[in-house]
């Protein structure tokens, strides 16, 4: 815990102008995010007793090491810049409004020669037009086949477009009335372009127009006796009422205008949207969020308006933003949002009537997210801080292990010895963390040097980022490295607790590891699987968790992950070495060769038995190329003979090239199963299949 005394800044180095600060902690990672009127007034907050911080506050001044600033001209400017580091950096201090799920919109991509209309989602794209976002895609479609009986628009993809005019047949919805059939001729692009902008009109709130010009149409078509005529002019027109109905008119015909509301406790915020446009609830969405810095309504409102508009231009952001209360600076987030549309914006607080109705229903929809997301969430939670406390109370340790490393070493027969390292914050896994090895200081089975081996490195690498950043040695703060973006580096934070999989040899050399470099603030443990004992380091007995501890759970997660990870790294490992044959150290000799000395010998033992001359007759095979191979085999020490686990049987080589002397592997003479070693060399049953991971590894050079 650092005291914020030792990095305030000196009388008079704060200029007393708009910017943007940010505070770092001790690694140089950026951990808070703020702008302000004035630095110099905003910063001196920050440095008063901590007596009289909020908790939040005073929690992050501790954890931070440094602080620094960048002057700007304008509010507006610090409002932008402060928006952009928060998205860069992604402070842990500062509110984010993280949404969980990507909405749909309804699409029309005019920027095509013939438009279509369909759903999307992510990022949105230049020269399409965007209504909504919907709650569901579902409820896209339903509207859009309603709409194509008037409208009827191409909604089909770009390869189906190509066959139908390829063939010069419309897809069935050219033949039943609901495409235009541009594929094939039948409108002209500009016919079919302006079809689609007529589409994009009524789904902007123009309704009243289209519905009054079928009526005149019906009409006479019915006073000229074309019944047929009529009465599907009719059903267009019922149809338009329908799709009409699924939005229903809250405001007036020519409203435009976001609503936001929010739910808060103490520890959490639920924002709820609803997008309204041409009078209609055309969209909602929401989300909750933690609140990890020490903030009022009017800061969420804000935080909430940065996120929602941040990337945002033109018709996206609507002319009306209703807020339930303002920011502190309305008129430079106002004037922000006046830019991003390029027209004026209004910021306000409903005050009566309809809209203040509607935010009502719009506060009524986040207080029920809110209660929602507590009721999902509570148990999860409790659970992670009932265990991290239970771990910190068995183990003996100063405060709860945030940061949890798991160390697990894998091998088959002692060939492929490969490591893992997985990481888990705050009870859950970071994946984007977890590391993998190959260990390089000798060759064969020694689990407990290989453990010695991964800690050590992986520690060295923790002092060399501690050296770069000037955090031991003189004290002095180190000159500002441009590659340094406040972004996390690799093996850059040290975890509060070490967990090895094995027991007490394993213990023992990872903490003589970390005694060998001189860390001493890294509590150790080892969890051995036999009877799922904890060990602790110099301790003859070790620690028993009850079996029904939340704490032993997590670390029984813990070290089941890293096992798994291991696995699957050094099954990838052995896969790519039993793919190579002898054969492949022959220079010259192709594919095609030696698929030609299989076949012709019937299996590489054979093959091996052969002489010169034999393997001249091959076709293809000159004198040079045989001598060659003779000698490749030569080097190579026999495979051991496969085994049929299921009669028991010795098998002769097969077709495939055999692997250079691999060590045959352990087999369960009452199951059949091929068992593979782990750490503490107990051998596991093989996994049956291969299961596949999204973790982000990096192997350790």
């Not at 951990?31 to 909020?54: C, D, M, W």
């Not at 602080?67 to 507006?76: K, M, Q």
């Not at 709860?400 to 896994?429: K, N, T, Y």
Request: net charge negative; glycine share 6%.
């Amino acid at each position: 815990m650092a005291d914020p005394s030792s990095y305030r800044p000196k009388p008079g180095q704060i200029p007393d102008s708009p910017g943007v600060y940010k505070f770092r902690d001790e690694h140089r990672r950026v951990i808070y995010v703020g702008k302000a009127k004035s630095l110099r007034q905003r910063l001196a907050n920050y440095f008063q007793p901590l007596t009289s911080l909020h908790p939040r506050t005073a929690t992050m001044v501790t954890t931070a090491a440094s602080v620094e600033w960048t002057v700007v001209s304008t509010e507006v400017e610090a409002l932008q810049l402060e928006y952009s580091w928060i998205k860069e950096f992604d402070p842990r201090f500062n509110v984010k409004y993280r949404d969980d799920k990507s909405y749909p919109y309804l699409a029309v991509t005019m920027n095509e020669e013939f438009p279509r209309v369909q759903v999307m989602r992510g990022h949105k794209k230049k020269g399409v037009r965007y209504f909504g976002p919907y709650a569901h895609a579902w409820a896209i479609r339903e509207t859009v086949d309603l709409m194509l009986r008037v409208f009827p628009v191409r909604t089909c993809s770009a390869g189906v477009f190509r066959n139908a005019a390829s063939a010069g047949r419309p897809c069935l919805l050219g033949y039943i009335g609901k495409c235009s059939a541009p594929c094939v001729g039948r409108v002209s692009p500009e016919e079919h372009r302006e079809l689609a902008e007529e589409f994009s009109d009524f789904m902007a709130g123009r309704t009243g127009t289209y519905i009054r010009r079928l009526e005149k149409q019906m009409t006479i078509a019915a006073e000229d006796m074309e019944y047929e005529k009529a009465a599907r002019l009719r059903d267009d027109i019922a149809a338009l009422r329908r799709a009409m109905e699924k939005n229903a008119v809250v405001l007036a015909d020519a409203t435009d205008a976001d609503l936001i509301a929010l739910a808060e406790d103490e520890l959490e915020a639920a924002v709820q949207i609803f997008h309204v446009r041409g009078g209609r609830v055309r969209g909602q969405r929401g989300w909750v969020t933690d609140k990890v810095e020490a903030v009022d309504t009017a800061g969420l409102v804000e935080h909430a308006l940065q996120q929602l508009y941040g990337e945002e231009s033109g018709e996206a952001v609507p002319k009306e933003v209703l807020v339930p209360a303002l920011p502190e600076d309305a008129d430079a987030v106002s004037s922000w949002l006046s830019g991003r549309r390029g027209s004026l914006v209004s910021l306000r607080v409903p005050q009566r009537g309809d809209k203040k109705a509607l935010m009502e229903t719009v506060a009524r929809n986040a207080q029920q997210g809110l209660v929602l997301h507590k009721t999902k969430r509570a148990s999860d939670l409790t659970t992670r801080s009932r265990a991290l406390e239970e771990i910190a109370e068995a183990l003996d340790l100063d405060s709860a292990p945030l940061r949890i490393e798991c160390f697990d070493v894998s091998h088959l027969q002692g060939e492929d010895v490969v490591a893992s390292m997985v990481v888990f914050e705050d009870g859950l896994p970071r994946k984007s963390e977890y590391r993998r090895f190959q260990i390089k200081g000798f060759e064969g089975q020694d689990d407990v040097r290989s453990m010695h081996e991964v800690i050590g490195r992986r520690f060295k690498r923790y002092l060399a980022e501690k050296e770069r950043t000037g955090e031991w040695g003189d004290g002095e703060v180190p000159a500002e490295d441009p590659e340094d973006d406040g972004r996390p580096k690799r093996f850059a934070y040290p975890p509060q607790l070490v967990v090895v999989d094995g027991g007490q040899p394993q213990v023992a050399a990872a903490q003589r590891a970390l005694d060998e470099l001189g860390i001493d603030d890294v509590a150790v443990c080892g969890l051995a699987k036999r009877l799922e004992e904890v060990w602790l380091p110099g301790d003859d007995d070790p620690v028993v968790l009850p079996r029904s501890s939340e704490g032993l759970y997590l670390l029984q997660r813990v070290r089941d992950t890293a096992h798994d990870f291991a696995i699957r790294y050094q099954r990838s490992k052995r896969t790519k070495r039993l793919r190579t044959g002898p054969l492949d150290a022959v220079p010259g000799l192709g594919e095609t060769r030696k698929q030609a000395l299989i076949k012709h010998f019937g299996s590489v033992k054979r093959l091996r038995q052969a002489t010169i001359e034999q393997i001249c007759e091959v076709p293809g095979m000159g004198r040079k190329t045989a001598e060659a191979v003779v000698v490749a085999l030569a080097r190579t020490a026999p495979a051991a003979p496969a085994v049929n686990t299921a009669t028991g049987e010795i098998m002769e080589d097969d077709a495939v090239p055999a692997p250079a002397a691999p060590a045959a592997p352990a087999v369960n003479t009452a199951t059949g199963e091929i068992m593979e070693d782990d750490a503490d060399g107990t051998a596991r049953p093989r996994a049956n299949g291969t299961t596949s991971t999204t973790e982000k590894t990096e192997q350790d050079t």
